[in-house]
């Protein structure tokens, strides 16, 4: 979605809001497709002492997979962004700049790239996932180990100490 801001350049105090929805739902990450529902795109620009302020928050469910248990789970992705649009740039290394072309700026290409900045490299169902036992496998949130607990070997003489008094 392009947006003209033309008329915002030329106005003080003047701002304009903007409200559109993606489709990501091809977009692969981490070998799969988490974007199942459109991405809502909300924001406003606004002319603040001559500079333009665009901010923007992009909402979603994501589908995801726990790094952990490897459960499926539904989360919900909340992103914020914002930069000042300008016609040129007056430093050559500020990120925070976005050129207009032409007046216009495409909110869909800032809006695809932040989500996709901000999405994180480690999915947790919960902060408190237990994950799998490596040693039998299950998922330790829903039921214990199934593991037989091994034995030290330096103290497996007082292990069958132990066993013996206990008979």
Known sequence: MRL?????LHTPQSSQ???????????EFGGTTPVQHPVVVDGQVRNEAG?????LQAETTLRSVCDRCAEEFDAEVSVAYSCVLAEEK????????????????????????????????KTLCSEDCQGLCPGCGVNLNH??????????????????LLQQDEE
């Open 51 to 55: 500079m333009l302020v665009l901010q």
């Open 17 to 27: 809001n903007f409200h559109f929805e993606m489709d990501l739902s091809d977009m």
């Open 143 to 160: 039921e214990p180990c199934r593991c037989k607990k091994q034995v030290d070997p330096r103290l497996a003489a007082l292990a069958k």
């Open 90 to 121: 007056q430093l050559e290394d500020s990120e925070d700049i976005v050129l207009l072309e032409d007046g216009e700026v495409d909110l869909e290409e800032l809006a695809r790239t932040a989500f996709i900045l901000d999405m994180d490299t």
């Open 4 to 8: 003209n801001v033309n008329r915002l």
